[in-house]
């Protein structure tokens, strides 16, 4: 449990998802960062997103930030991304929704699993 909000009311971690819905369309992954919030407060955290590519010509890391205001049984896309896949590249990617420096939702992905 954590403290959060403006009444200081203790919320759970459980209270909050976060999800990466990952998909290949043609010769693009496709990224869509998702955030739930399933409690009864009103929310504002913040988000970091990563994904790192290994393939033949290496590694490349791109991340995005930003904040996240969500009403109570909200779901709302953080960000989509689209990028380039080539033959044999792997992609983890890796969402961390945080309040202050509190982790509350996290989710990680391989690409292809």
Partial sequence: MFISGKDSQVISKDAFEAHIDARAQGSMLQIRNIFENNSTQEVSFRYKFKCARKGRSGTAVSSQSGGVKAAPGQEMSLSQ?????????????????????????????????
């Fill in 81 to 113: 991304t689209s990028i380039s896949l080539s033959p044999n590249d792997t992609f983890t990617i890796s969402l961390e929704i945080f309040d202050g420096t509190t982790l509350v939702a996290s989710d990680t992905l391989v690409y292809p699993n």
